[in-house]
């Protein structure tokens, strides 16, 4: 299924067989004290490894770095301008589309930049281009995701309960849990809802910074985070993917 490991005469057999093309978009920034940067991307890859097993697909390499202005200035994070990205991911689709391509998916594992990305799918569809956006943190409400897997903690934005949980799943020994420590900025509503999260989206996309304007780069509480949480985690938001493919 991985695109990158097939010599070209496999790839113009396979292109017409399988139902998509998946590219794993991830993001190089910082994850606080206790996550790697490259959190996102590890991620994602294993979700879209998962997903393309089940529907029939083929995996592009990952795309390790996104738009990640809002984790400046903290060590460790690399970020493209938007219309960098933008133009990056439209050269992929329109490449992809001259290999005979009909179907492609921008699995994001970054939800900072999810608006981007949707925004990006919706032209290049307008172009002809059959490319849809989709996201494990969003794919599914919030407040599903709180109760089914479940989570404890009272703010869900950044390093916290969940993807730290998903990171003990997918690397665990990339993950120091004797240095996680709780955040939750008084700026920030409490609770665990889809409403609160777009509010927390709102902020940043004003003028606050999770690298600038927290002590630690985390907002939420890794503390809570556990294995077998991670593992409920990456099921549901695995099978909502599988679910939203099949319906595109």
């Not at 113009?12 to 920034?29: A, D, F, K, M, N």
């Not at 992929?92 to 492609?104: F, H, Q, T, W, Y």
Request: hydrophobic share 40%.
């Amino acid at each position: 299924m991985f695109w990158a490991e097939k010599t070209s005469p496999e790839l113009q057999e396979l292109i017409p067989r399988e139902t998509c093309v998946i590219l794993p978009l991830g993001s190089t920034e910082q994850h606080g004290p206790h996550l790697p940067v490259g959190t996102d991307y590890m991620n994602v890859w294993e979700m879209a490894v998962k997903v393309a097993e089940e529907v029939g697909g083929l995996v592009l390499p990952v795309l390790p770095y996104g738009c990640s202005e809002e984790h400046f200035p903290r060590a460790g994070t690399i970020s493209l301008k938007a219309e960098t990205l933008k133009q990056v991911l439209g050269d992929i689709a329109r490449s992809l589309a001259r290999n005979g391509v009909e179907k492609m998916v921008l699995l994001n594992g970054h939800a900072g930049q999810c608006e981007l990305v949707e925004e990006l799918a919706q032209n290049l569809r307008k172009e002809g281009l059959n490319v849809h956006h989709l996201c494990p943190f969003t794919v599914l409400p919030t407040e599903v995701l709180a109760r089914e897997i479940p989570l404890e903690e009272e703010i869900f934005v950044h390093a916290e309960e969940l993807e730290t949980s998903l990171m003990l799943a997918v690397c665990p020994e990339r993950v120091k849990m004797d240095k996680a420590a709780k955040e939750t900025p008084e700026w920030l509503p409490r609770g665990l809802t889809t409403a609160n999260l777009q509010a927390a989206a709102r902020v940043f996309s004003s003028g606050k910074s999770i690298g600038g304007d927290t002590a630690t780069g985390v907002i939420g509480d890794p503390t809570l985070a556990s294995r077998e949480k991670g593992e409920k985690a990456l099921q549901l938001m695995v099978r909502a993917l599988v679910e939203a493919v099949r319906k595109l």
